[in-house]
């Protein structure tokens, strides 16, 4: 066996290759997570809504998506759903960057399902007694929810949403089967050019580490300045 030779990766370029990985991981993340959130709290607010047929499509999108891998969604919008787009729309696609387009709906639609359910918890920890009050001033539901409900849930439920987070970049990884040229998929291209899997992969293993523990910290972070008081 050869000895680890890290100056491969600090040269040239392969950690050109392994650091535009890592940076277009870190975007995959960011994008993902700025359409998740808004999308989980639309859907556990139509879980917890008195218009049943709106409850009844939460919960449906909900089981639909946290019951299949997220393998199978990536595979599905990359290879499935443009199939079903007219060929005008589907000509628009596929003159972009499909691969990272389809892999960004399916972290997306994925995380928020697991989101959703977080928040959902939050709102119903939330006393039943503040949303009364709030409809006895003259709010309707959704200014009850906007103004009362969500701003005390959402502190509630940062700790488990950062956990979520720190899945949704970890999953990012699995957009190296559509062709996704993150992290993972820049390690496999070094590995297959220069045969020396201990360094590429290495420095695969280390970034996930790296932004996985700042995460960590932010959320320990958090819980310690923010502590969760019991009422």
Not at 77 to 103: C, D, H, I, Q, R
């Amino acid at each position: 066996m050869n000895a680890f030779n890290l100056p491969l990766l600090l040269s040239g370029q392969y950690q050109e290759w392994l650091l535009n990985g890592l940076l277009l991981s870190i975007q995959l993340a960011l994008v993902a997570l700025a359409f998740a959130l808004p999308l989980a709290m639309l859907i556990a607010v139509l879980r917890i809504s008195p218009v049943a047929p709106l409850r009844g499509a939460a919960v449906a999108y909900v089981e639909a998506v946290r019951n299949v891998p997220l393998l199978a969604h990536m595979l599905f919008w990359y290879f499935g759903a443009p199939e079903l787009l007219p060929e005008s729309a589907k000509a628009w696609l596929y003159e972009g960057n499909v691969e990272a387009t389809s892999a960004v709906i399916a972290l997306v639609l994925y995380t928020a399902a697991y989101m959703s359910e977080d928040l959902r918890s939050g709102l119903r920890s939330i006393p039943k007694e503040q949303m009364e009050a709030s409809r006895a001033l003259g709010f309707g539901f959704l200014a009850s929810m906007r103004l009362v409900i969500l701003p005390q849930s959402l502190r509630i439920t940062v700790p488990p949403l950062i956990g979520q987070t720190l899945n949704l970049w970890k999953n990012t990884s699995i957009a190296m089967v559509i062709g996704v040229g993150e992290l993972m998929y820049q390690a496999q291209q070094v590995e297959s050019a220069t045969f020396r899997w201990h360094e590429a992969f290495t420095f695969a293993t280390a970034g996930y580490l790296g932004i996985s523990l700042l995460i960590t910290l932010l959320s320990s972070w958090y819980q310690h300045a923010y502590p969760v008081r019991s009422t």
